[in-house]
């Protein structure tokens, strides 16, 4: 599969990450870091080692945008920008039922099982767990679905997907988190499916120039099959 490139200015690369592969994964397994290298290899004709930054992660069953450096200054600046999250990130999502109010905030604290690829909600006074928070805005919905636009003020592990299921609003197409709606092709293995959560936009300051910069994520083919009217969008 191509690389479908979003955005490329200098050492500044942004692309749309499909499903069912690690944004970066131990030597052997793929993942989207190694297709980014392959990219640089090419562009600048590169042999041996060379240096490629990886400065956010997308969970492997969802796709969208996502920002590479090239070099070690810009990926610093960039990530500078994360930190101080003056970087701007929205997340378009399709989840079970009908989410009320319209809009509002979510508030939960969770933590990370030792081990495992999975986070829970624990009560606030539960030593393990960390404060997330995202706000969300209903696009649409109907009695079986509601199509979601959600920024996030924290980044916690699987931060949309476990605070959407502890509300009874599992992603579709999200089984890890008792979804019960299918979404996007079958797959044999179930690591290699695709969840209705996508990384619709990033809006940041280009590391070397200082300008603005919004790249915007189109989706992919099983959402306008997933039966709800995304022309709003």
């Given at each position: 599969?191509?690389?479908?490139?979003?955005?490329?200015?200098?050492?500044?690369?942004?692309?749309?990450?499909?499903?069912?592969?690690?944004?970066?994964?131990?030597?052997?397994?793929?993942?989207?870091?190694?297709?980014?290298?392959?990219?640089?290899?090419?562009?600048?004709?590169?042999?041996?080692?060379f240096y490629c930054g990886i400065i956010h992660r997308i969970d492997r069953p969802v796709t969208g945008a996502i920002v590479f450096g090239r070099h070690l200054r810009a990926t610093q600046r960039l990530a500078k920008q994360f930190e101080e999250r003056s970087v701007g990130k929205t997340y378009w999502a399709l989840v079970e039922g009908r989410v009320t109010p319209d809009e509002g905030t979510w508030i939960d604290w969770l933590h990370k099982r030792h081990?495992?690829?999975?986070?829970?909600?624990?009560?606030?006074d539960d030593p393990r767990g960390k404060k997330a928070i995202l706000h969300y805005r209903v696009r649409a919905a109907t009695d079986q679905q509601s199509w979601l636009e959600i920024t996030l003020e924290t980044g916690r592990t699987h931060q949309i997907r476990v605070q959407s299921a502890s509300r009874g609003h599992a992603i579709l197409g999200d089984t890890q988190y008792g979804a019960t709606s299918g979404f996007g092709p079958d797959c044999a293995d179930?690591?290699?499916?695709?969840?209705?959560?996508?990384?619709?936009?990033?809006?940041?300051?280009?590391?070397?120039?200082?300008?603005?910069?919004?790249?915007?994520?189109?989706?992919?083919?099983?959402w306008s099959a997933a039966g709800m009217d995304l022309s709003a969008g």
């Open positions: 599969m191509p690389l479908d490139i979003l955005y490329e200015d200098g050492p500044v690369l942004v692309v749309n990450k499909p499903f069912g592969l690690l944004t970066q994964a131990p030597r052997g397994i793929d993942s989207l870091e190694l297709w980014v290298r392959e990219h640089f290899r090419q562009r600048d004709q590169l042999e041996g080692e081990g495992m690829a999975q986070a829970i909600v624990v009560p606030e179930e690591r290699d499916k695709q969840i209705a959560l996508h990384a619709r936009s990033l809006s940041f300051r280009h590391p070397m120039r200082d300008e603005a910069v919004e790249v915007l994520a189109p989706l992919g083919p099983a």
